[in-house]
């Protein structure tokens, strides 16, 4: 007994409805990319193991898709370290490839070995899969796809101003108008937690005041107290928390509260320049979060992070920052980086649930050509290549099916328009054109019929 | 020391030009797919084992890539299949994925898992990578992309003639005029081994005759002897290796030869079938080739193979066939299917050689905007704004470096045009354009800079 074929878990098949929807919004990012002056790249799914282990931390090691040598090479089975359960060890002696994990580290590795094949300040945007042994759930695959755009080799406020735009820009034309633009400085961050007197405290301190979302204030207050975080720190913290208004207002305040965090004015001032490039534009959903505190170990300066509206349960759909060491992991020093990212299956999932998706984005063909006999079909054969080189999307139907058959078809395909022509078409030489909406039917000479109009 | 980054052997990073090029291709071959009626769908990287496992052969097991089972589980290592040299039992006990082998295994498993979803006949194509643990050779990489289109659930000489029209499209959109599209049928093959008295061997006939453009016919005789075949049956192969002129008439001379091989006259009639779809059109570089015997394991009918110019040394861009029985092995039966795939790869290294791609392919931006101090940029930001909805590709430099270095840039990206806004430029309220392919500068007022004037 076969078994009934699927696939593994956390993956997915795409139908064709799928694919139509998930290239309407890849279109639409690459579209936008482009116009901000990204060139695209493409690097190989498998990466060597040496360039990404250990890149990602203790997690990341851990969910990595690791390849298996090929053919003989799995001789080299270090069973001596599987015995000892050193698995790390054990898994190095019989695999040297691992797929992709994210973009950014491949990107850093293409970087340095092109170095002299690029032009810097380099933008370049890269729209692929990624994989990861994460436990599957909503929002969560071990297939996904990442859209980056990153520029290496500058450091200047508009290039943080236009990812902001960026941002904008493809969520404008998503329509989906309530996606926060959050940002927030590592300046600043570090300037708090300098001033709540534990400067060597920021990812303690950050990894509690991230979840202020999820915990609330006085959560947070509760989990740092058991830090060890005194009374003191805790009575500095709270009115940092109550930051309310405009950006501009919400950094003046801050500012004065941080007069003596040389580091935290730094951030402060660098959000200014940032803002000033964006003063005249109207970018309705910016937000500064003084909360957001993604990406620590890599991010150093500005860090965005897109949450979609409130009435959709999903993460963040979008990530950024700007980290100034990438490429030193590969031996190039001194290339300053700065990116962003759209998570494509969470952004479709949002579409979906909001319903933005526009109704013509499912793919279809334009007309489907019934069969009433080779013969006829024969006749067509010329014209049908004449219309499909002028762009028409023609299914001809391809056997002498009843035509109650060849009708659910037709209608089932979402084509527009179905043609009929059979023995009484060809005695009239005219064309039968149904409009599959309406069920009204036109008639047309061959010759006359301009593919055109029925490209919808 | 830093080791030199590097990619897997057999693997490619593809710079944007690289990635220019191949889009310029997906994109004719994908358009060319949607007017023939095909639907986009997408498999994922990793299938389960037991899809792939066994259906490509010995060789196909041995050059698939597996993945290892993530974390715990790889301590289930059978140790002792790997004591007594059994690697396939192994690797069974650590790995449980492989990557996607080619894309009509995964089609057929998709094809069972999703029948009630889809409607036949179904015809979709997929445009993905493939991976094949593969020596790396000229045209040969172990991560690769196939370009398929299928039609399965229809049986009919009208879907072979328009796989035939679908190739000659694509080939006349490339401009790669000389590629010959060269079919046969495995009912032919089978009624001519019959014909010279090994009726069982067709296997073993054909992957010797197969052989005929590399070893010639002489080459053929001698392979065929020492294989057993008696001078009885070599002096009747020879007649049918002499066949020439058109298609129809070496049909003719080989049914006139055949006229006791029923099979291979079914054969020579389905061909005729299909030409008859075919004759009102000029496909010019359609060749009937007796010795094309690819595919034997799984086509049962038509076969199809795409070999270049005579001028360029690479194997075929493009095969295809009909199948018969494919879903049978995921538990469908009575399924037919006919497909045909372009390899991507090859097809660019023959543009290439050729110097097909056109010129106007390289990706670039349209403006690059030079930069003369933040406050003259940020007067800017609104206008650009407005050029980069309009559809223009504009790269603003993002600092203020000399401006012979940010000419330079400007040149390097291959931007036909520079924008310059600086003191003189404000006072006057203009632009001031250079058209970086003649060196010509205009002057143009703010608001009148129409952006559409240099889309390119």
Same mark, same amino acid.
């Given at each position: 007994m076969l078994q009934k074929p699927s696939i593994p878990k956390g993956t997915r098949d795409f139908l064709p409805a799928d694919v139509a929807r998930r290239s309407y !919004?890849?279109?639409i990012i690459k579209t936008q990319f482009e116009r901000f002056g990204f060139l695209p790249i493409e690097t190989p799914a498998m990466e060597k193991s040496t360039t990404l282990q250990g890149k990602y931390g203790e997690e990341g090691d851990r969910l990595m898709f690791n390849i298996l040598n090929s053919g003989e090479k799995v001789k080299k089975a270090d069973v001596?370290?599987? #015995?000892?359960?050193?698995?790390?060890?054990f898994t190095k002696s019989i695999s040297e490839k691992a797929l992709r994990y994210d973009l950014t580290v491949p990107f850093a590795r293409f970087v340095v070995q092109h170095q002299n094949e690029?032009? &810097? @300040? &380099?933008?370049? $945007?890269? !729209?692929?899969? *990624?994989?990861? =042994? /994460?436990? @599957?759930?909503?929002?969560?695959?071990?297939?996904? #796809?990442?859209? /980056?755009?990153? *520029? *290496?080799? =500058?450091v200047s406020p508009v290039l943080e101003a236009e990812c902001i735009q960026l941002f904008d820009a493809v969520f404008s034309e998503l329509h989906l108008k309530d996606a926060t633009i959050r940002i927030n400085h590592r300046g600043i961050l570090s300037g708090i937690t300098t001033y709540l007197g534990a400067p060597k405290r920021i990812v303690d301190f950050t990894v509690t005041l991230d979840k202020i979302d999820k915990i609330g204030a006085s959560g947070v207050f509760d989990e740092l107290r058991k830090k060890g975080f005194g009374d003191d720190s805790?009575?500095?913290? $709270? @009115?940092?928390?109550?930051?309310?208004g405009?950006?501009?207002?919400?950094?003046? #305040?801050?500012?004065?509260?941080? #007069?003596?965090?040389? *580091?935290?004015?730094?951030?402060?001032?660098?959000?200014r320049d940032v803002l000033r490039f964006l003063s005249p534009l109207h970018v309705s959903k910016l937000a500064f979060d003084l909360t957001l505190a993604r990406g620590?170990?890599?991010?150093?300066?500005?860090? &965005?992070?897109i949450v979609p509206p409130k009435d959709v349960a999903m993460g963040s759909i979008g990530a950024g920052g700007r980290y100034d060491d990438l490429t030193a992991l590969f031996g190039?020093?001194?290339?300053?980086?700065?990116?962003?990212?759209?998570?494509? /299956?969470?952004?479709?999932?949002?579409?979906e649930e909001l319903d933005l998706f526009p109704k013509t984005v499912q793919q279809s063909v334009n007309i489907v050509v019934l069969h009433f006999g080779d013969t006829f079909l024969q006749d067509l054969v010329p014209h049908i290549a004449k219309w499909r080189k002028a762009g028409l999307r023609v299914l001809t139907y391809p056997t002498s099916h009843k035509l109650k058959k060849q009708m659910q078809f037709a209608n089932q395909s979402g084509a527009p328009w179905a043609l009929f022509y059979g023995e009484q078409e060809k005695k009239e030489g005219f064309l039968a054109i149904k409009n599959m909406a309406n069920g009204t039917t036109e008639k047309i000479k061959i010759d006359a019929f301009a593919a055109s109009k029925f490209i919808s």
């Open positions: !919004v890849i279109d001596d370290a599987l #015995t000892k359960n050193n698995l790390g060890l690029l032009m &810097f @300040p &380099f933008k370049r $945007y890269q !729209v692929q899969s *990624v994989w990861r =042994a /994460d436990r @599957p759930q909503r929002g969560r695959f071990q297939e996904f #796809t990442q859209c /980056d755009a990153d *520029v *290496v080799g =500058a805790l009575s500095k913290l $709270y @009115p940092l928390l109550e930051l309310s405009a950006i501009d207002v919400q950094l003046d #305040t801050l500012e004065s509260i941080l #007069t003596d965090q040389p *580091v935290a004015l730094e951030g402060i001032a660098h959000l620590l170990n890599y991010y150093t300066g500005i860090i &965005f992070e190039l020093k001194d290339m300053h980086g700065l990116g962003i990212s759209f998570g494509l /299956d969470r952004l479709c999932m949002v579409l």
